[in-house]
């Protein structure tokens, strides 16, 4: 079983959904990391919270840390927002999920 | 502000041989961190330099090394290559000594294919 799971793996939405990604975690954390990988590779830092909640434009990230539970919200979804995004829970060293393919159609 | 930049973007190398990546950190930061990614999975922790010492490392074998310089740039090192190290290769720049603790910047990764 991996330290970090994330569901689901696939995602495809129509523009303007709501959608949420969730990002299980098995290790004591000090952080939890929320990442955006576009095709070709290039990685982009989207959130790192340690509790509650953080808002960034129509992303929203939230974290319970009792549950070991995290998830990534994007409200009004756009095809732009279509990626891989990656959540990496940073305990002893960075242990990183499978990622979520979404794809959001127009 | 300059970012995170990783050279070459792409090669291809034959079994047995011995690969360097390089990875300039992002102005500011003194910490260092290399991920192996392979097709279809998320990254994996190889390992972390905070100022010029190793200071964190995945479960990846000795062949897997690193440096990091006094700019606090970093090179990563692969010999004997394996076909299943085949993958892309990424570096992050933060601040600090904990791995994970504070944001990181990440490359653009170097894709390696070993034949």
């Known amino acids: 079983k991996n330290e970090v799971e994330q569901s689901p793996q696939n995602l495809t939405a129509q523009e303007g959904e709501f959608i949420t990604i969730n990002c299980s975690y098995s290790v004591g954390i000090s952080a939890l990391h929320w990442l955006q990988q576009h095709p070709g590779g290039g990685i982009v830092s989207l959130f790192m919270l340690s509790s509650g909640k953080k808002k960034h434009g129509r992303l929203i990230a939230t974290i319970n840390i009792q549950e070991k539970h995290s998830s990534l919200h994007i409200t009004a979804s756009h095809p732009r927002d279509s990626a891989v995004y990656i959540c990496a829970a940073a305990g002893n060293m960075l242990t990183f999920g499978g990622g979520t393919r979404l794809m959001v159609k127009p | 502000e300059t970012g995170v930049t990783q050279s070459p973007t792409h090669l291809i190398k034959t079994r047995g041989q011995q690969v360097t990546l390089r990875c300039s950190s992002q102005s500011g930061h003194n910490t260092v961190s290399w991920y192996q990614q392979a097709l279809g999975q998320g990254p994996q922790f190889i390992f972390q330099y905070y100022r010029e010492e190793e200071n964190g490392r995945g479960n990846f074998p000795p062949r897997f090394s690193g440096l990091q310089f006094p700019n606090y740039s970093s090179e990563l090192n692969v010999n004997a290559l394996e076909l299943d190290d085949s993958a892309l290769y990424l570096c992050?720049?933060?601040?600090?000594?904990?791995?994970?603790?504070?944001?990181?910047?990440f490359g653009a990764g170097s894709r390696l294919t070993v034949l």
């Open positions: 992050a720049s933060s601040t600090g000594h904990r791995s994970g603790a504070n944001v990181l910047t």
